[in-house]
């Protein structure tokens, strides 16, 4: 045995483990961006602005809006 054999193999773990650390990033990124889009795809068309009201979404009502409505307030709507 030469005193060289040590040195190849811990390089060709090395080789290995980084290989395997890229597959993994390139795995998580892919996830991350499905997830995302899932998100996007699920996510209820609110109005910016606005009164809060009850929105229809795919998974039920949602409040949206950014301000509590005033009173007498003909915009509001209430929830079915």
Partial sequence: ?????????SRGIWRAVCRAARALGGVQAEQAHMWDTWSQAHRAAVPEEGPLTWVLALDGYRL??????VAGDATAEEMP
Avoid at 1 to 8: F, Y
Avoid at 64 to 69: E, F, Q, S, V
């Fill in 1 to 9: 045995m030469s005193t060289d054999q040590p040195a190849r193999r």
């Fill in 64 to 69: 949206a809006g950014c301000r509590l409505p």
